[in-house]
């Protein structure tokens, strides 16, 4: 059952077990809110939707403080109203379907945006982590930054697959946020890449994708100041087969090597974007390099900069990794795929 679904029918249950009974929903309420639920799960296969995130607040919170965006079949997204001071109060999205224009319940923004509720927000809800600036890239331009930018960032691109719809936490204000990303037609979605954004010649590029039941076993990292190679190795009933090493034109000082247990998955991946110095000055390379699975976080390898990276998922599985090398790692993404 989709989260967001499930969330819906909870909101339902708490509401119908108020003690008072004017506090409880009328019945045509219900009804209402039980088809919001049906639509919201029948919207979209399951086994087509990656969810990348989120950022922002990592509490689970109540089921009212959830919310999702999802964009219907055949439906495109016309308006994005966003309410924001200096951070981002609510978020609210019209789709146009043969025509027809269609608004979503607003995420958030109990409490408003403007000067005055500002001043109210931060003396009485202080110390909450939230969202304080979005920013909204398309094919044609880019739309923002709305809210005011702060030092803990976030940046998620995507080459294959298409925007889906949003989610995250919510209630005076946008305390968390993250996407919705409908995979191609091979279930597979590439987020990234971080780095270089040049495309530069085919013997450039790089990638590993993990084949069926195959399980990533290690992780050779040749690094010093910057990431200079990387190297990876799976197994599939006992047999391992190790990769081509991308990268590695230039040396590094260290090599590491991450070993993965068996029932050790990558759900998330951390990095910076630096530039590199010497022989091979003046390009825009990964300067370090962090894995985090479900059983513990590897590294950083490398040197951390100040310009960070993240990608972490909720929804989908690691199917592997792209990007450009050459004398260093210029530029990293992953592959993600659907859960069937």
Known sequence: MKLSSLNTFAAIAYQCLKADRNERLKMAQIVEELEKAY????????????????????????????????????????????????LIYSLTFVTESTGILYTSEKAGGRNGGGIVTERVIRRKYAGQTIISSLTFITNDTTRGPFGRDSDTSFYVPWEKGNFGGFYGLAGNHIAGIGLYMKASSDGITRVGKWGMKSHGRPDNQWFIRLEKNHHLKRIIIDHGYLIFSLMFTTEFRGEEKTSNKAGGRAGGDIVSEVTFAWDEEIIALGGTVGVSRGTYAGYTIISSLTFITNKQTHGPYGNVTTRPFNVLWDK?????????????????????????
């Not at 509490?59 to 495109?76: A, M, T, V």
């Not at 004398?327 to 990293?332: C, G, Q, T």
């Open 316 to 340: 989908g599985s690691f199917a592997g990794f792209y990007g450009r090398a050459g004398a260093f790692i210029y530029a990293i993404g992953v592959y993600l795929k659907t859960d069937v």
């Open 39 to 86: 639509k919201i799960q029948a919207s979209l296969n399951t086994a087509e939707i990656i969810r990348v995130g989120s950022w922002g607040n990592k509490s689970s919170g109540g089921p009212y403080n959830c919310w999702d965006f999802i964009l219907e079949k055949d439906h495109k997204l016309k308006k994005i109203f966003i309410e924001h001071g200096d």
